[in-house]
């Protein structure tokens, strides 16, 4: 805000090597990203690579950290197609399953009446739950190893992108922090390799039951001139559904409060 007085809605800053343009007004910002696609996309940082290279599949079908090419267009097109597919099936249970997993955090509430009590593990497990149940029918319990690889790679990521300035902005960043690199695509490449392997053996019955089933009679559904059009193929609309599990944990993770509750 105080640059924005002395240079305006729109100017230029460099984060060490790179030049960022700063939109400083809700007006600027609204026409640029509402209106203009070329403001979709994403800077080629290196963090943001090692992020799209975690796991063992094509890594095309990933269009979160991706620049609005036709190919980003087309899978985001499809998963906002998919999700409302899913959310009018009558199968999908997804009103019960948001009861049942408030019901869970309610009780934990209600236990720790009186005492000082940090709720970010309840909140994690709770929103992992309705997550994983709706992308793919994934049941999640307190003691699932699968709820705690993903609660892991929640806090791996977050510290990786805390890393993240020195490894994009200092000179030659990606070579110094190499290892850092590494330590996190061990760390959260096994959890990308087990969802992938869910989504792909995922066969929907006719009903939409969850997300993958969305995706799947998507997939099945996506003309092949459409899909050679774009360079995409069935799997990678599908495998949307991995982006669709991981950025929620992701984001709940960054935005949970620290302090404890009492």
């Known amino acids: 805000t105080e640059m924005g007085k002395g240079y305006g809605d729109i100017f230029m800053v460099k984060l060490g090597i790179k030049k960022v343009i700063v939109l400083n007004s809700e007006e600027v910002i609204r026409e640029a990203l509402g209106k203009d696609h070329n403001f979709a996309g994403r800077p080629n940082f290196?963090?943001?690579?090692?992020?799209?290279?975690?796991?063992?599949m094509d890594t095309k079908s990933r269009f979160t950290f991706r620049t609005a090419s036709s190919l980003w267009k087309f899978l985001r097109r499809n998963a906002i197609k998919?999700?409302?597919?899913?959310?009018?099936s009558k199968s999908s249970k997804l009103q019960a399953v948001v009861e049942e997993s408030r019901e869970v955090f309610h009780a934990k509430i209600e236990a720790k009446v009186g005492r000082?009590?940090?709720?970010?593990?309840?909140?994690?497990?709770?929103?992992?739950?309705?997550?994983?149940?709706?992308?793919?029918?994934?049941?999640?319990?307190?003691?699932?190893?699968?709820?705690?690889?993903?609660h892991h790679?929640?806090?791996?990521?977050?510290?990786?992108?805390?890393?993240?300035?020195l490894i994009n902005n200092v000179p030659f960043g990606e070579y110094i922090f190499s290892h850092k690199i590494k330590e996190f695509l061990a760390t959260?490449?096994?959890?990308?390799?087990?969802?992938?392997?869910?989504?792909?053996?995922?066969?929907?019955?006719?009903?939409?039951?969850?997300?993958a089933d969305a995706l799947y009679k998507t997939a099945t559904e996506t003309p092949e001139d459409e899909l050679r059009a774009v360079g995409a193929n069935k799997e990678q609309v599908r495998l949307i559904s991995q982006d669709l599990f991981g950025a929620p944990l992701s984001r709940r993770q960054s935005e949970t409060p620290r302090e404890d509750c009492g």
């Open 153 to 165: 790679a929640t806090e791996v990521i977050g510290k990786f992108f805390g890393v993240g300035a």
């Open 82 to 88: 998919a999700l409302g597919t899913f959310a009018a």
């Open 188 to 211: 959260i490449s096994p959890l990308f390799d087990f969802t992938e392997q869910q989504i792909l053996e995922h066969r929907c019955s006719g009903e939409v039951r969850d997300i």
């Open 46 to 56: 290196p963090t943001f690579k090692a992020l799209l290279n975690a796991g063992a």
């Open 116 to 150: 000082r009590w940090d709720p970010t593990q309840a909140i994690f497990e709770c929103v992992a739950s309705v997550i994983g149940r709706i992308n793919f029918g994934l049941e999640f319990s307190v003691d699932s190893p699968l709820l705690k690889d993903a």
